[in-house]
């Protein structure tokens, strides 16, 4: 049961664009469409920013949007404001019917 | 609106036991799934369990199987986490979260986290 692999850290200028990216396998991201993303402020506890691979609670800003191909889903955040410096994390249901979370990804503002 | 409250933290020796629980309101509780994530000082998420809103299925990270017991009871809108033979590595904030309704498909909404410390 190995974590989703993210990369350490993303960074922009705001207003820019951003990519954060969440590698499985096929026994999770690749298999099934419940993969969410969370953003946590230090500090704090997760939020819920993205479910079912694409979807965006309510309250939620548009400019944050999901995606996948195959055994990668992927967060972006458009239009970057200085808010949105966080730890975020992917998650992902698996063949075993356990979850499993992403190693993390630091999104700087710079 | 959804509340979910966690309490039982605290210092601990290793190989003793802690039992937490999470206080939930603003929700039907027996029709949710609940979860427990913990997070190391200073690292990342890690799902820990999982139980169906009915009680009838129960799932646990390979690292607590057989140590950890998760548990609700629907009457009193309350999930617990029985944690035995605890060790220094299971030191982290425990968060309690929740599910979708009568569907696992990730965790929705979260409490704020207990800090559990064990230690000698």
């Known amino acids: 049961q190995s974590a989703l692999t993210q990369p350490a850290s993303v960074s922009g200028s705001p207003g820019q664009s951003i990519t954060i990216s969440c590698t499985g396998t096929?026994?999770?991201?690749?298999?099934?469409?419940?993969v969410s993303w969370y953003q946590q402020h230090t500090g704090k506890a997760p939020k819920l920013m993205i479910y079912d691979v694409s979807n965006r609670p309510s309250g939620v800003s548009n400019r944050f949007s999901g995606s996948k191909s195959g055994n990668t889903a992927s967060l972006t955040i458009s239009g970057l404001q200085a808010e949105d410096e966080a730890e975020y994390y992917c998650s992902s249901y698996t063949s075993s019917g356990r979850y499993v979370f992403g190693t993390g990804t630091k999104v700087i503002v710079l | 609106q959804v509340q979910l409250v966690e309490s039982g933290g605290g210092v601990v020796q290793p190989g003793r036991s802690l039992r937490l629980s999470c206080a939930a309101s603003g929700f039907t509780f027996s029709n949710h799934g609940m979860h427990w994530v913990r997070q190391a000082p200073g690292k990342g998420l890690e799902w820990v369990a999982l139980?169906?809103?009915?009680?009838?299925?129960?799932y646990y990270v390979d690292s607590v199987k057989g140590r950890f017991t998760i548990s609700r009871d629907n009457s009193k809108n309350t999930l617990y986490l029985e944690m035995n033979s605890l060790r220094p590595e299971d030191t982290a904030v425990y968060y309690c979260?929740?599910?979708?309704?009568?569907?696992?498909?990730?965790?929705?909404?979260w409490g704020q986290g207990t800090l559990v410390t064990v230690s000698s």
């Open positions: 139980i169906w809103y009915d009680g009838s299925n129960k």
């Open positions: 979260a929740r599910d979708w309704e009568m569907s696992t498909r990730g965790l929705q909404h």
């Open positions: 096929s026994s999770d991201v690749g298999g099934y469409k419940y």
